[in-house]
């Protein structure tokens, strides 16, 4: 079943973002205002477009959270891989998993690091 959401979420999202997507969506629109004075311009008329729009962005949610949960999770593994590999710190790997003040933390940290390396790097070049 996994699989199958999975591949499901991805080709819906994938196909959500096309510009045929787009095209299909102003067209429902157009074909819906242009019903209007058939209908009278009802709250039925106007229940039908609030309703089709609320269901497709409810599910859209969920569909493209999966997709880019997915993605993060990969961009995540590739990063850990490629400092493990590299002369990085390991303890880098996994820190996605930190609280927001952990992160922080660790974010100063680098910038402080980074602005020493870049004051020594100016002292050798005056």
């Given amino acids: 079943m996994e ?11 994938y196909w ?3 510009p045929l997507a787009f095209v299909a969506c102003v067209g429902f629109v ?6 209007g004075p058939v209908f009278g311009f009802s709250d039925t008329w106007q229940l039908i477009i609030n ?3 609320t269901i497709i962005t409810f599910l859209m949610v969920f569909l493209i959270q999966n997709t880019q949960n997915r993605d ?10 490629l400092i493990r590999v590299s002369k990085a710190r390991n303890k880098f790997i996994g ?8 992160l922080e933390e660790i974010r100063k940290t680098c910038e402080r690091a980074a602005a020493r390396v870049d004051n020594l790097a100016g002292d050798e070049t005056d």
């Fill in 95 to 102: 820190i996605e998993h930190l609280t927001e003040s952990e």
């Fill in 16 to 18: 959500a973002g096309s």
């Fill in 72 to 81: 993060s999770a990969a961009l995540h593994a590739k990063i850990d891989e």
């Fill in 51 to 53: 309703t089709s729009t």
């Fill in 30 to 35: 157009v074909l819906w205002l242009a019903s």
């Fill in 3 to 13: 699989k199958f959401f999975t591949r499901l979420a991805g080709r819906i999202s």
